[in-house]
Structures are given as structure tokens and as C-alpha cells.
């Protein structure tokens, strides 16, 4: 009896131990802002940026080898941390202009390192689990910055033919490994929405179900749980910006296959987020990386409340745009049989099958992804119309004012630079080089007001 309290004050004492020194997720940002090896924008990476992070890694002792290469022949490389039985698998980056995951890992795996000694619940981690991770996966898409491998392959959809060497690489290392945990990490459209509102999805998460024919299996329960840890924890910094990635089934995808073949699998998707820079979005996927880890170890995984992940609200779009100007006088080219009647007065005798006719309308502009460092990123028409129940991350009234393209009038696609007219100036639209023969009243450019609005 004696003995078998002694046993149980033992167990009970380790496993408080173990417990007490878990981080929060305020420490893990504290953490990350006091100390770590990411030292520029994700989007900016490149290849040698990967094996610059990675050399550094090496120092600090972490085992880095390279695992194949890519089809224009650059390294693919696999990260190892742990000794565990539980086996972690992580990969990053397989669309190349999806980056913000490669330099977290490298956070995380700097961390864990430095921390060995430090944090009891480390050490737990580095004796329960094996890490592996491929940082950027597709190195010849993020060399180009685009999503496809330079076959033009979507390796996100190479499951099945396996044409793509990073597709055979990523499929190879998990059978080999049989890993029980995936982690499949990618960037989604910054003006993705969470649910019915226009706040951005910063983050987005997915247990993802596999073939929806079969039962949940216990990893995908755990998985689950998982996530709801990785919420719970962001809520503290993005509260209202997370959302649940499509739950679709696409069997020719990683993390779908990966599931089915028995790595349950969790995907992140980081999306954007309004005045924070992409380094606020490093620090995000570094604190969800380790919540999840740290829940493997210190029991938080079991006792998770799964419904705070069920209940998210799912991804959505198409309502949140970069730049909306309000109130614009929109000036389009119409057939002149179907507005005869309604607006004679503005009827071009001379061409009598079109006519300029003008309407008020919101003009919603989107920008496209493109690395940090292009501070001018080309900017296009998105729609346009009455868009009160839209939301721009930036909003400009130009009551008064008629909007143009430098490429003509107003269309949906249309990108250049945005010009604007007062309402109160006598413009021929039919004129030819008609925006040298006109000076415009402003210019909006690639983002920026480079002639500003009269005040
Ligand atoms: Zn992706």
C-alpha cells in the first residue's frame, strides 16, 4: 500500500511537473517577439533564403537533410526534431506563393532547440514526438512566386498521377514514415471571409474528414480537438478573423489522400490581415504550431472542447475587396436602342447604335498576390454596382467625380491606373487619346493616390 502511494504521489507530482511549465499562447507571442530567426517578409523568400534559415538551424543541432529536388533540380529538404513514438509530419509552401508557413517552421524548430534545456515541457515534447517537415515543398513555384511547379502542375491535385517529382517526394515520405499526424500548411486569398461577415479569414483551419463514406476515426476526433486548441489560442490575438477552410472532399489532394491513407491531417490556411504586416502572420502560425504541439504533451489535447472548432464559421468571399470608391459616376458605352427612351438627351448622333450613358456606382477594386517587396502591386476591377452590402479594406467617396481606366472605361477585369474627372467638366468620351487630351482631376495607381483628390 505503502508502495503503491508512493507510485501515485510520483506520478502525480511528474505529471504536474510536466504540466507547470506549459507556455500560453501570450508567452509564445512574447516568446517570438523577444527572439526569432525569420528576418523578412515570407513572400520574399527564395530558395536560398530556405537554406540560409536551414544552415541555421544546423547550428543550433537540429538535424536538416535533403530528401529529393525539384523538377528544375533545387534540394528539397526535411527537417527532424524528437525521439518520440508520435510521429508529426509538417509541409509547407507545395503552392510556391503560399509562404507564411516556411519561416514559422523555422521559428518553431529554432524554438524547440534553444528551449530543450530550458522547458520541461519540451524535453516531455522531444521524448513523446517525432517532427518531420519540408519547408517548401515547390522551391521552383516560390523562386517565381506562383502557385504551380514548373511543369505548371498543381501538386495539391497530383495525388493520383504523381507527375510532379514534389508530388512523388511528399507521397514517398509519408508511406515510408507512416506519420500519425499531418500538418498541411497554405495561404489562402487575403480577402477571404469568415462566414456571413467581411472580416478577413487571417486564419483558417480544416480537420480534414476524408472520404466521407467512412466514420470519423479517433485521430480525426483528436484532430479536431486540435484545432479547437488552435483557435481558442488565436482568438486571443485575432478574435473574429478565423474561420473553417471548405470541408469538400478532393481525393486527388494531400491532405484528403493523406487522411485516407491514415495521417490524419490538419490544414492551415493563412489568409491576410488589414495593418498587420506578414511578419504578425509568421508569429500567428508559430503560436498555433506550438499550442498544437504543447496539447500532445501536456493533456490539453484530450479535454479540448471540440464544438469551439465545429461551430466556426466557414470561409467565405466575394464581399471584402481591397479599394471600394463610393458614389463614383460610372460612364458606360450602351446600346443606344435599349436606353433610347429612358436618357434621349445623352444619345450620340453621330453613332447612333451606342451612347454614353453615366450611372452612380460603386467601384470595387481587388489587387493580386504578389511578394511583399512589389510595393506596387497591379490593381484591377473587380465589380461594380451597388455594393452597400460589401466591405473595401480601404474605401474612398468620389461623389462627384467620373471613374476610368487608363485602358478605357470601366470594366470588370480591367486593371492601369484610375482616373478621375470632375462631373462638372465638359468631356467628349468619343475623343480619341482621350486621357492625353483630358488631364484628370486624380490618379489612383497601383494603390496610392499618385495626382490626390481636390480638397
Ligand atoms: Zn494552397
Known sequence: MKFALLILSTLLIFSMTKITDAQSPKEFAEVWDKNHISNKPASNNRHKDVQDYLE????????VEE???????REIYQVEWGKGKTKVF?????????PTATPALMDMFAFL???????????????????RAIPMLNPDGAEKFKRRNAQNIDINRDTVNLETPEGRLLLKLRNEWQPDIGFNLHNQQELTTVGNTTNQAS????AVAANPETPLSEDQYRNRRICSLIVQALNQFIKGNIAKYDDGYTPNAFGDTFSDLGTATILIETGGLHGKDEMYLIKLNFIAFLTALQSLVDGSEKTADIKIYENLPENSGGRLHNYIFRNASVVRLVEAKKDFEEDESETDKTEPEKVYKTTIADVAINRRRRRAEITNPPIYVRRFGDLSNH???????VKGYYIISTYGLIQNGRGGDFLFYKTTRKLDWSAENFTTK?????????????KPLPK
Not at 530528401?67 to 533540380?73: M, T
Not at 509538417?90 to 503560399?98: A, K, P, T, V
Not at 483630358?438 to 494603390?447: C, E, H, I, L, N
Open 113 to 131: 532547440q534553444t528551449n530543450l534545456k530550458k522547458k520541461k515541457w519540451v524535453r516531455e515534447l522531444e521524448k513523446t514526438l517525432t517532427i
Open 56 to 63: 541555421k538551424l544546423k547550428t543550433l543541432g537540429i538535424k
Open 203 to 206: 486564419i483558417s483551419v480544416l
Open 438 to 450: 483630358y488631364k484628370p482631376d486624380a490618379v489612383f495607381s497601383r494603390g496610392k493616390w499618385t
Open 67 to 73: 530528401v529529393g529536388k525539384s523538377y528544375e533540380e
Open 391 to 397: 466591405k473595401g479594406l480601404t474605401e474612398f467617396n
Open 90 to 98: 509538417m509541409w509547407s509552401q507545395m503552392h510556391g506563393d503560399e
